[in-house]
């Protein structure tokens, strides 16, 4: 099985940037759909940004369209998050998921996802 690896959280300002790294180790993310998760302080856990496998299509959520980016690397080792703009909003511990990809499911759920990395703080000071 796949295991996740985040990496290049930290504190940035506002309107600063920052890129999220998730590295698999074990398998690569060939065949595997692949998601951004976060979660604030005191908040449910939300969707952010995924990747599929299939067609290769992305989905952002609303609050971060056109600041962050979602991207995979050729190799299918490594999935990014580049995070533009940033805001204090955005603050939150940022989690990469993966699942097998299976054609169908929402991929902008959580429970959807069966592998989770241990989790990257994001800190945007105002």
């Known amino acids: 099985q796949v295991q996740l690896v985040e990496s290049g959280g930290g504190l940035v300002q506002a309107g600063g940037s920052l890129r999220l790294s998730c590295a698999a180790s074990g398998p690569t993310f060939r065949r595997y759909d692949v998601g951004w998760f976060r979660q604030a302080r005191g908040k449910e856990r939300e969707f952010v940004a995924t990747?599929?496998?299939?067609?290769?299509?992305?989905y952002y959520a609303n609050s971060v369209k056109g600041r962050f980016t979602i991207s995979r690397d050729n190799a299918e080792t490594t999935v990014y998050l580049q995070m533009n703009s940033l805001r204090p909003e955005d603050t939150a511990v940022y989690y990469c998921?993966?699942?097998?990809?299976?054609?169908?499911?929402?991929?902008?759920?959580?429970?959807?996802?069966?592998?989770w990395g241990q989790g990257t703080q994001v800190t945007v000071s105002s």
């Open positions: 998921a993966a699942r097998r990809s299976r054609g169908m499911g929402s991929l902008e759920v959580g429970y959807e996802y069966d592998y």
């Open positions: 990747v599929a496998w299939i067609g290769g299509s992305i």
